[in-house]
């Protein structure tokens, strides 16, 4: 590569941030992006999250449930400019029926983003998202929100980050009061005070302070406010970590904003020092080693398929983050597991549903690929040799139901959408050893009723599904597996693959087989 090409990339690498949003449903997740996207002249209108019943629809969210929901069901991709900076925000789902999907979403994301409700501190659906990113020793920062209303103590939520995720925090500004005592927040790193003024930030008033202790605090905030936040930040300079850009990169120390991403108080200032702050896209594992992203040659994972994006064209995307190289409409790469060459013709990048064909594309961008049925999920594609990415993991789920056809006449329409959502990672299919029953197993609850309506809508199918009593799946390895074992609050299954799978009734059921099996393997992921 010649030397002014891979400066372009170099170049290109530096100005990109791709990273994902992690919550709770209800932390405000689906706000925060779209003021995001108003700084970056994305949208010109924020707020049509709140005007669900009208014809608006928050931005990131498309598909026909979700606007009937008013929830983000599926993970999408928004990409804007800011600052000399080109960003990739993944939208997760954060609903608690969320999917394997949202964790896949998290295997194409430099850093996280985690969102907190300051009432409502860590909530379950964040802990799971969290284990994900903290796996993978990715960075993340957390964003408390919702200072607008009352809500713990900031140390509350610090101890709870550090207890309940096991990260230590360093907090990056404080908060002057809360709720309806708000005044503003005081910039640790830049001495200076951001004042909250309701509704109307589209102009940030910041002032300058010599420290915490500056009358102007007193004067602005009143004697009460101001001596709780000396002594606030006086403990905090005494006994708080200090900050640590190092850890910060390993994932072992998050920096802490506090706003309200609602009245867009804080949110600017979070970007900056995020923008700042947060890793351009990095190298990744593949067989030949690592791949650096100022690599010349082209290279790029599938993690996610989504059909029927347009329900009017039938059509399916499969979505590439960019690893390595320059990409370039029209261009030929070779489809590893398919082991031949084809060429990207159609590619796409995204603002929720608006789309634009893309010319040319650089490491940490994702890019949208028409696909005519020939991608999966965990798909390498590269321009040099046979380069295979780290695989994506498959999840353990958590919730089971089997599935018949309520029109046996629609066997094979049922067949392809089972088939094709399967392969979306929407829903893994099981298949009983002796019956040849099927059950499909879920991470979220709402995945079924995605499932069913997708099928109904998209495939023409009715479909019924039947809960079943279990709660773990372990993928079993073993020389000679005996069925009869599992025949008690347990039964075994084989996946998509035709590994062995047992699906439990309850954690005793799955401690007594491994203590009976001792020479099989029982595994969380698929092997």
Same mark, same amino acid.
């Given at each position: 590569?010649?030397?002014?090409?891979?400066?372009?990339?170099?170049?290109?690498?530096?100005?990109?941030?791709?990273?994902?949003?992690?919550?709770?449903?209800?932390?405000?997740?689906?706000?925060?992006?779209?003021?995001?996207?108003?700084?970056?002249?994305?949208?010109?209108?924020?707020?049509?999250?709140?005007?669900?019943?009208?014809?608006?629809?928050?931005?990131?969210?498309?598909?026909?449930?979700?606007?009937?929901?008013?929830?983000?069901?599926?993970?999408?991709?928004?990409?804007?400019?800011?600052?000399?900076?080109?960003?990739?925000?993944?939208?997760?789902?954060?609903?608690?029926?969320?999917?394997?999907?949202?964790?896949?979403?998290?295997?194409?994301?430099?850093?996280?983003?985690?969102?907190?409700?300051?009432?409502?501190?860590?909530?379950?659906?964040?802990?799971?998202?969290?284990?994900?990113?903290?796996?993978?020793?990715?960075?993340?920062?957390?964003?408390?929100?919702?200072?607008?209303?009352?809500?713990?103590?900031?140390?509350?939520?610090?101890?709870?980050?550090?207890?309940?995720?096991?990260?230590?925090?360093?907090?990056?500004?404080?908060?002057?009061?809360?709720?309806?005592?708000?005044?503003?927040?005081?910039?640790?790193?830049?001495?200076?005070?951001?004042?909250?003024?309701?509704?109307?930030?589209?102009?940030?008033?910041?002032?300058?302070?010599?420290?915490?202790?500056?009358?102007?605090?007193?004067?602005?905030?009143?004697?009460?406010?101001?001596?709780?936040?000396?002594?606030?930040?006086?403990?905090?300079?005494?006994?708080?970590?200090?900050?640590?850009?190092?850890?910060?990169?390993?994932?072992?120390?998050?920096?802490?904003?506090?706003?309200?991403?609602?009245?867009?108080?804080?949110?600017?200032?979070?970007?900056?020092?995020?923008?700042?702050?947060?890793?351009?896209?990095?190298?990744?594992?593949?067989?030949?080693?690592?791949?650096?992203?100022?690599?010349?040659?082209?290279?790029?994972?599938?993690?996610?398929?989504?059909?029927?994006?347009?329900?009017?064209?039938?059509?399916?995307?499969?979505?590439?983050?960019?690893?390595?190289?320059?990409?370039?409409?029209?261009?030929?790469?070779?489809?590893?597991?398919?082991?031949?060459?084809?060429?990207?013709?159609?590619?796409?990048?995204?603002?929720?549903?608006?789309?634009?064909?893309?010319?040319?594309?650089?490491?940490?961008? $994702?890019?949208?690929?028409? &696909? /005519?049925?020939? +991608? @999966? *999920?965990?798909?390498? =594609?590269?321009?040099?040799?046979?380069?295979?990415?780290?695989?994506?993991?498959?999840?353990?789920?958590?919730?089971?139901?089997?599935?018949?056809?309520?029109?046996?006449?629609?066997?094979?329409?049922?067949?392809?959408?089972?088939?094709?959502?399967?392969?979306?990672?929407?829903?893994?299919?099981?298949?009983?050893?002796?019956?040849?029953?099927?059950?499909?197993?879920?991470?979220?609850?709402?995945?079924?009723?995605?499932?069913?309506?997708?099928?109904?809508?998209?495939?023409?199918?009715?479909?019924?599904?039947?809960?079943?009593?279990?709660?773990?799946?372990?993928?079993? $390895?073993?020389?000679?597996? &005996? /069925?009869?074992? +599992? @025949? *008690?609050?347990?039964? =075994?299954?084989?996946?998509?693959?035709?590994?062995?799978?047992?699906?439990?009734?309850?954690?005793?059921?799955?401690?007594?087989?491994?203590?009976?099996?001792?020479?099989?393997?029982?595994?969380?992921?698929?092997?």
């Amino acid at each position: 590569m010649s030397k002014s090409q891979e400066q372009v990339i170099q170049k290109e690498v530096d100005k990109r941030r791709t990273f994902a949003i992690i919550s709770h449903p209800d932390a405000g997740k689906t706000t925060l992006t779209e003021k995001l996207l108003l700084f970056g002249g994305a949208i010109r209108l924020a707020g049509t999250v709140k005007a669900r019943k009208a014809s608006k629809h928050a931005t990131s969210d498309w598909m026909e449930i979700e606007k009937q929901r008013g929830i983000s069901v599926t993970s999408s991709v928004m990409q804007f400019d800011y600052n000399g900076h080109r960003i990739n925000i993944l939208d997760t789902p954060g609903h608690q029926d969320f999917s394997e999907d949202t964790y896949r979403t998290l295997t194409a994301a430099d850093s996280a983003v985690m969102l907190i409700d300051v009432a409502k501190g860590v909530e379950a659906q964040t802990i799971k998202l969290f284990q994900v990113c903290a796996k993978r020793g990715i960075p993340i920062f957390t964003f408390i929100n919702k200072l607008d209303r009352e809500g713990q103590s900031p140390f509350d939520l610090m101890e709870e980050l550090e207890n309940v995720l096991g990260i230590r925090s360093v907090p990056m500004n404080w908060p002057i009061g809360m709720g309806r005592e708000l005044c503003g927040v005081y910039d640790r790193m830049k001495n200076q005070v951001e004042l909250f003024q309701g509704d109307d930030h589209s102009n940030i008033q910041v002032q300058k302070v010599d420290s915490y202790e500056d009358p102007v605090i007193r004067e602005m905030a009143g004697e009460f406010l101001h001596e709780q936040l000396k002594q606030d930040l006086e403990l905090l300079d005494v006994a708080g970590d200090p900050f640590d850009y190092e850890k910060v990169l390993k994932g072992e120390l998050t920096p802490v904003f506090f706003g309200s991403a609602v009245n867009n108080f804080g949110v600017q200032t979070f970007l900056e020092n995020f923008l700042e702050l947060a890793p351009k896209p990095e190298p990744r594992r593949s067989t030949e080693g690592m791949v650096e992203p100022t690599n010349e040659k082209f290279s790029g994972y599938v993690f996610k398929i989504q059909a029927n994006m347009n329900p009017a064209h039938r059509d399916r995307v499969a979505f590439l983050r960019i690893v390595s190289g320059k990409f370039e409409r029209g261009m030929s790469v070779r489809h590893v597991r398919a082991g031949k060459e084809i060429k990207l013709s159609q590619p796409q990048q995204f603002l929720a549903q608006d789309r634009d064909i893309v010319q040319e594309a650089y490491p940490g961008d $994702i890019i949208g690929l028409f &696909d /005519p049925g020939i +991608f @999966r *999920i965990g798909d390498s =594609l590269s321009q040099g040799g046979n380069i295979v990415f780290d695989e994506l993991p498959t999840f353990s789920p958590e919730i089971f139901s089997k599935v018949t056809v309520k029109n046996a006449l629609k066997h094979k329409q049922y067949q392809k959408g089972l088939d094709q959502l399967t392969e979306e990672g929407t829903i893994q299919v099981f298949r009983t050893a002796s019956f040849d029953e099927t059950i499909l197993g879920v991470v979220g609850q709402l995945q079924f009723e995605v499932f069913e309506h997708r099928m109904k809508a998209e495939y023409g199918v009715d479909v019924q599904l039947q809960r079943m009593p279990y709660q773990f799946a372990r993928w079993i $390895i073993d020389e000679k597996i &005996d /069925p009869s074992k +599992f @025949r *008690i609050n347990s039964v =075994l299954v084989k996946d998509k693959k035709d590994n062995y799978v047992v699906l439990f009734e309850n954690e005793y059921a799955m401690r007594t087989a491994i203590d009976k099996n001792p020479t099989a393997q029982f595994l969380e992921m698929a092997p």
